[in-house]
């Protein structure tokens, strides 16, 4: 006997407020809390609910029958069905002031932290285009749109590039226009697409393990950019054809463009691989704060330059950093994006420690670049147990900054940085929540003066938050 499908449930709903990662949360007749894709505080919706759980449910929306006044145009004809525009159809005071009360949230209700002063979010200076680098992925499985599938057009499935759509691995949208990355990055990906459609190149299959074409790296800086192909090995002559346009044709038609070829030939879907320069430098070279910084292909560099620049003068006002400090640690220090800033305009020394081989070369480089003599940098993988023996022959910090990756310092680390006991602490995080956790243990011997929420991503639910912690006497 079959089964019969249950039709799940619709409800009318009113959008009370934001939660975890940026999704809306309403409450259902019972008090449930329910979670609505898409929709925004004051809005009352028709949601068709999914999937309970025992404290809450997860709905689609489906219809808006009453729009809250936050709600806005989405400006991007992908919102909704790309993952990473989030808040495009939320007014943009209106993202300030829930990622302001995301970080208010992590601290004082989830690790139960005083704080201080928790200041507003400090808004970007452009909401549109500021992105300076986009990671494209070319796919053999096109994932197919509601609205798509509805037009009864005939589309080839075998082709897309653009960007995964959200948690499949093997689809990927079709991506017209980025409305984050500026107009000329909108402009490199139709060339790239109309040329691999031309050319016949097929695109890697993530399935099968087949394919040529795996990525379009799109980078820009100091007013230059960089198109980076990521493929396989060529194995056929359409993938001959593609590399010979890329090297003779595309180098002609756009001049300016610096252009790199890298060959990822490993499972690995990270879009990058051993690279040749085609054309150009082989760098972009970006100022900020008067440091040049020299950024290689596949280097980490933050991604929306004009906030980067509010983003290091929020660290030096709340961390209250004068340049009269006799030692500075950058732990978790990347690139040198805030030490070397800080080392320009200190008379002490600054100590950066970075796990990346890479990123520690691009920090000496730079450092080296910009003639700043009062930095040393360390390769140390700062949550292995032997990084405690580096960190206890370093010179007693006077100030210790702290900007780790999203799961947050490691254990060991916090002790040992109650154990050395500066006079403060500069925590820097993108991520709230493992921010508020650390705080909690650091609490042991400091109080959390200010916290300021900085956004560097417009139109996503991320923030990056500045922490001031001082010592306790």
């Known amino acids: ?52 759980k025992k404290n809450y449910a997860e709905a689609r929306l489906r219809r808006i029958t009453e729009p809250s006044p936050l709600r806005v145009k989405p400006r991007c004809t992908h919102f909704g069905v790309c993952g990473g525009c989030s808040w495009q159809h939320l007014d943009y005071t209106a993202q300030l002031d829930w990622k302001r009360r995301q970080v208010e949230d992590c601290f004082t209700r989830l690790a139960k932290v005083p704080v201080d002063e928790i200041e507003p979010a400090l808004a970007a200076p452009e909401i549109y285009g500021y992105r300076n680098k986009m990671e494209f992925s070319f796919g053999a499985s096109r994932w197919l749109t509601d609205e798509e599938i509805r037009s009864g057009e005939a589309i080839a499935r075998d082709f897309a590039l653009g960007l995964h759509a959200p948690g499949r691995y093997d689809k990927v949208l079709e991506i017209g226009r980025c409305e984050i990355q500026p107009e000329r990055g909108n402009e490199l990906l139709t060339v790239f697409r109309n040329a691999a459609i031309r050319f016949g190149a097929k695109c890697y299959d993530e399935r099968k393990r087949e394919g040529f074409l795996r990525n379009l790296v799109i980078r820009s800086g100091g007013g230059e950019i960089m198109a980076i192909l990521v493929t396989r090995m060529p194995s056929a002559e359409a993938d001959l054809l593609m590399l010979d346009w890329f090297e003779n044709d595309f180098t002609s038609e756009f001049p300016d463009v610096q252009a790199i070829h890298a060959v990822n030939d490993t499972l690995s879907p990270m879009a990058q691989g051993e690279a040749r ?27 929306n330059p004009t906030q980067t620049v509010h983003f290091l003068d929020s660290i030096f006002e709340i961390g209250a950093i004068r340049g009269s400090e006799s030692v500075i ?3 978790y ?37 910009n ?28 100030c210790i900054i702290l900007d780790p990756p999203r799961a947050g310092v490691h254990g060991r680390v916090l002790e040992h940085l109650l154990a050395v006991a500066p006079p403060k602490i500069v925590y820097v995080s993108c991520n709230p929540a493992t921010q508020a956790r650390d705080c909690a243990v650091l609490a042991a ?3 959390v003066r200010r916290v300021r929420p900085v956004d560097m991503f417009p139109h996503t639910f991320h923030i990056e938050s500045v922490a001031l912690l001082e010592r306790i006497e």
């Open 1 to 52: 006997m079959a089964k019969r499908k249950i039709e799940n449930e619709i409800e009318e709903l009113t959008v009370e407020s934001i939660g975890f990662e940026g999704i809306a949360v309403a409450r259902s007749a019972s008090g449930m809390a329910v979670f609505v894709k898409h929709a925004a505080p004051g809005d009352r919706v028709e949601a068709e609910i999914y999937r309970r």
């Open 329 to 331: 640690w950058d732990l």
């Open 277 to 303: 320069l085609i054309r150009g430098a082989g760098y972009l070279t970006e100022s900020i704060k008067g440091i040049l910084f020299r950024i290689s292909p596949f280097s980490f560099f933050q991604t």
């Open 445 to 447: 011997r400091y109080a």
């Open 371 to 398: 003639s700043i003599n009062n930095v040393e940098f360390y390769c140390e993988d700062l949550h292995r147990p032997a990084a405690l023996e580096m960190l206890r022959n370093l010179p007693a910090p006077d």
């Open 333 to 369: 220090c990347g690139a040198g994006t805030i030490s070397l800033p800080v080392a320009q305009r200190s008379s002490g020394l600054v100590i950066g420690v970075e796990l990346s081989e890479g990123s520690i070369a691009d920090a000496k480089a730079n450092a080296a670049l």
